[in-house]
């Protein structure tokens, strides 16, 4: 794998900084913009988003290169709280988890709209990361600045400085950004990149993500239904692509979408399958557009019943890892 190299310095110029390269997880709250800032960080659509909480249920990476070094960047799921948790809420804090322990940089990201004038929640989250030594967070980012008074944001900021100091450790760094916009994200990636270690680049020059296009299409398929299903169901809906066809002229998809009981199969499909055949046009749609060629995207829905609370359910319906 070829690493970018800096130019030679012309005589007299000091020695080019060496080449950085390593990890950064996402942590934060539901709904904290992880998602959205992934994307942005990536440049195209590698994780998809939803207005809905707890959308992202596996590591997603993103490569961003540039001329000092490579970062990859995980989305990983919004943190869950409380003591009654199903099966799949427990894997997906196993799964943050997991993934805070083993990168190089752990940026906390915060929804910065919901803390102003909030001092309670900083300090419930501030308890929460102090009970796992695997989440004290390098750098702090406070999203959704867009939507902040800027009179407000230099106060939230000391306040975070100060309650992490005391309670979990103090941030290397406190970045406001707007993950919607892009304004901030050049110094997140500064500051991340003067965090990590020296050595080569893990992806080619190039690359945004290194998720099969199989787990892409299960993904966004999966993101339709979230927009398109109310209340509590898109929680009990997972997507696996069982079939992967592709000739000169066209890619053929199928894929299952597991769901616990009939009663939720019938809202799935919809009346006369309306609301499948709405999700169906949607995904392929997009898909057409993120690949460049042609498909036939097919599904059906079938019953896995509780799959969400046990191990095996998860891997039987294509949530486990």
Not at 113 to 126: A, K, N, P
Not at 148 to 177: G, H, N
Request: proline fraction near 6%.
């Amino acid at each position: 794998m070829k690493t970018p190299q800096p130019p030679a310095p012309h005589d007299g110029e000091s020695t080019a900084a060496p080449f950085r390269s390593g990890f950064a997880a996402l942590l934060g709250d539901l709904n904290a913009g992880k998602s959205t800032l992934l994307n942005r960080l990536a440049g195209s659509k590698v994780a998809i988003v939803t207005p809905k909480p707890q959308t992202t249920r596996n590591q997603i990476r993103a490569v961003r290169n540039s001329r000092g070094g490579q970062i990859v960047f995980l989305d990983t799921p919004g943190f869950v709280r409380g003591r009654r948790l199903n099966a799949l809420n427990r894997e997906l804090v196993r799964r943050a988890l997991d993934a805070a322990a083993d990168v190089d940089v752990r940026i906390l990201v915060l929804d910065g709209s919901t803390l102003v004038g909030r001092e309670e929640r900083i300090d419930d989250l501030v308890r929460f990361l102090s009970r796992e030594d695997n989440l004290a967070p390098d750098i702090l980012v406070v999203n959704k600045v867009d939507v902040i008074e800027k009179r407000a944001l230099l106060p939230l900021i000391a306040a975070l400085d100060q309650r992490f100091a005391a309670l979990v450790r103090k941030p290397r760094a406190i970045v406001p950004l707007s993950a919607a916009t892009g304004d901030g994200v050049e110094r997140l990636e500064a500051e991340v990149l003067s965090l990590l270690p020296e050595g080569p680049a893990y992806f080619p020059e190039g690359m945004t993500t290194d998720q099969p296009e199989r787990f892409l299409a299960a993904e966004l398929i999966r993101e339709k239904l979230f927009l398109a299903l109310r209340e509590e169901l898109p929680y009990c809906v997972s997507v696996r692509v069982e079939h992967w066809e592709e000739d000169t002229k066209i890619l053929t998809i199928f894929a299952v979408i597991s769901v616990e009981r009939p009663s939720q199969k019938g809202m799935v499909i919809g009346k006369g399958g309306t609301v499948l055949k709405d999700v169906g046009t949607k995904a392929r749609t997009e898909l057409e557009r993120l690949l460049g060629k042609k498909i036939n995207l097919q599904l059906q829905v079938v019953v896995e019943k509780d799959w969400t609370k046990t191990a095996r359910g998860m891997t039987r319906a294509g949530a486990g890892d």
